[in-house]
Structure formats: C-alpha cells, structure tokens
C-alpha cells in the first residue's frame, strides 16, 4: 500500500471541478501538502496507509474558501459606525479612528482576530489592503494562513508612510522581501481612483506589469465616485483607468456596483476581475453590482466580504447565500446564480483573480490540500436533498469542523490550532475601550 500523510473520507466531496459535480462516499489523500488522490473511499482503503485518519460521515468537503476582498484589522472597528453612507462612514468616522489608532500593534491585533474569524468559517485564502502589509504578512504566516497582501498605496500621509511614492517604496520592499513564501502572494492595492492621482496609477501600471502582479483596487463603488469623476476628469472612474492601460487581466475591480452595458462589455473584452461584496454593498446602501450581466458576458466575478467594519463580518459561506439571492431579484430571474456559481465564485474565481488557479481553488490532484469540513448533520441542514444547494442556502459557518491549508491542520473539531482565541478576543476588548475612550 502507498503511504500518504493524510486521508480524509467525507459523504460528499464538492471539488468545484468538473463544474456542479457531489462525489458521494469519496476520500481525499494527501502528502506533502498536496492532493495525491480524490477516489472512492473503499479503494482509498485498498491504496493508501495513511498517518492520520478522518472519518467525517456527515460531512461535505469543499475547496478552501477564497476571501477576495478584506481590510482585515479593520475588525477592530467593527460597529463602530453603522447605518452610514460611504463617505460620511469613511469621512466622519473610519479615517478619524485611522489618524489616531492604526500602527503595527492595531494590524497585529485586527489581522488576528480576522484570520480567526475567517478559518473558523472555512476562509483559507484572504486578498487583503491594509497599512502595514508587512504585518499582516508575518500574522498569515505564523498562522499558516495562505494571504495576498495588498500593496497600498494613496495620496495622501498615514502612520504607515507619507507619500504615494513612499508607499510604493516601502510595498516593494515587502514584496522583495516575502515574494518567495509559499503561502503568500502580492497585489498592487491603489485605494480608489478618487484617491489616487494619475502620476502614481502610471507607475504602479508599469510596475504591475514589470512584475505580473495584480491591481487591487476599488472602482465604481458608488454613483457618488462616478459623478464626481466626471465632475473632475470629464470621464467616468473605469474609463479614467482603461486610458492609462490599467484594465487588464490584472485588474481586480472591487464592488463595481454602477456599471452600464458598454463597461460590462469591456470588461469581459480585457479579462478584468470583478471582486463583488454584496452584503457590504447593501448596508452602505452603495448599491448593486449586476452579476448576472458580468457572468454572462464571460467576466470573472469572485465573492469577498470587504472589511468587517462595514459588513460587519468575515462570513464568506453568508456572503455565497446572499449572493446567490440578490443575484435573482437583480436580474428578476430565479435561474439567475445558481448554487454551484456561488460556490465557484467563492473558490475558484477567487484564486483565478489572484492568479493562483493552479495553486488552489478545486479539489483536483496536484494542487495545495486546501480543504474545508462542513458537518451537514445539523438540524438547521436536515434533511439533505442536493448537498449543494444546502451548502449555500442552508449551511452556515458554525458548521465547519474542520479546515487545513497546505495539509496543516488549521481548525480541528471547532478548535484553532495556531491562533490563541482567548487572548485574541482580551485584545479585541482592549481596543474596544481604547476606541471608546475608556483605557
């Protein structure tokens, strides 16, 4: 018998590849980090000797899910201005706590209840913009979380650097640094383009494709973005970005929430990436990215859940089920997203964007075992008819038991093994008072 680290036999095994395809009573094996074999489990029983293990008979394993869209430590803030437009949220609330509170110990500690949040709900990959990438990179990294980090950059001074060109400076640097990590991957992240200036958008164009690194950035976020773009540049925000040849294969657009025929088209003409949050979208009222438009004109669309300060959470399995639905009542089709899309955008696309489709985002032999146990022996799962369909609309995070990344076990049985819960949740309550003035 061949020798594998680990063998895990599930019910159901969703690989996302072949599309909207339930293996039943399959088992995955697993050496060296990686998917070896995704087979029957009575003939994983006569092929494999495994060092550990795991029967999970109630279970469906899927791909690790694929956050495209995160400020991570902003789960610090998280309810600390709700029920606000965009930019009196941002304006008269999130910048002011960002001028007085954000430094490396802020990003230590938000990147760490974050990542906690999202393994905890079977969120193995995060595509992150945050100051202080570097932190965040060494968080991931002692955490054996895999993360693209955003390299940020806006015009104007923050704790983190002083200028668009000392952002830049400084994000190549952390790339140089950390490029060759395996769990880590990089992104360009200009803000928006109502906060970057044209000089430096040029630069990080030539760069991005000098090194073949995405652009990581908000566009079309809100009809305020757009008017105000027209009011300053006489053309609208995508247009302003395609004229300095920054829409690409390498563009991630962000929320894309006011788009019309003519851009959706484009779009799918230049291989862009739309990365849509639509639980986000709706508390800022921002409105609502046409989803069904963008994937039937061949644009690939990936889920994230923005920042938890605007969400006011990290659930992508929620985020898949509220896609899912305001995908339908947008396009007044019930056909519209169905389950094994919502599922895709959430995995594959994801790592498509990222440029990581063969690294991970399907369970298929030769790619990182980035596996997620979710337990559909729950009364709010049962009874399971189509397992899919229960995994978006039924489902939820508190039913993921287990989740690993590279084969390392993460969660097991409900349980962080590299992250401390308890001390991650006494700093969050110490930035909560400092927050609210009473450290």
Known sequence: MEMVDT??????????????????DHALAVRDGRIVDLLPIRDAEERYRADAVHQLTTHALIPGLVNSHTHA???LMRGVADDLPLM????????????????????????????AEMLRGGVTCFNDMYFFP?????????AGMRAALGLIVIDFPTAWASSADEYIAKGLAIYDEHKDEALLSFCFAPHA???????????????????DLPVHMHVHETAHEVEESMARFGVRPL????????????????????LNDAEIAHLARAGAHVLHCPESNLKLASGFCPVHKLLNAGVNVCLGTDGAASNNDLNLLGEMRTAALLAK???????????????RMATLNGARALGLADEIGSLVPGKAADVVAVDMDCLESRPVYHPLSQLVYASGREHVTHVWVAGKALLRDRRLTTLDLEAIQDKATLWQQRLMGKA
């Not at 159901?12 to 909207?20: L, T």
């Not at 383009?193 to 090194?211: F, G, M, W």
């Not at 009542?329 to 599922?343: F, H, N, Q, R």
């Open 7 to 24: 063998l895990i036999k599930a019910r159901w095994i969703v690989p996302v590849e072949p599309d909207d395809v339930v293996l039943e």
């Open 88 to 115: 009196e949220w941002l304006q008269g609330h999130i910048w002011p706590h960002e001028d007085r509170w954000v430094g490396a110990e802020f990003v230590e500690d938000g990147a760490q209840l974050a990542m």
């Open 73 to 75: 430590a902003m789960s």
């Open 193 to 211: 383009p109502y906060t970057v200036s044209d000089e430096p958008l040029q630069r990080i164009r030539t760069l991005a494709n000098e090194l």
């Open 239 to 258: 247009e302003r970005l395609a004229q300095m040849g920054l829409v690409g294969p390498n563009l991630l657009a962000v929320h894309m929430t006011q």
């Open 134 to 142: 570097e932190i965040t990179a060494h968080a991931a990294a002692r």
């Open 329 to 343: 009542g947008v396009a007044g089709d019930a056909s519209a997203l169905p389950v094994a899309t919502a599922l």
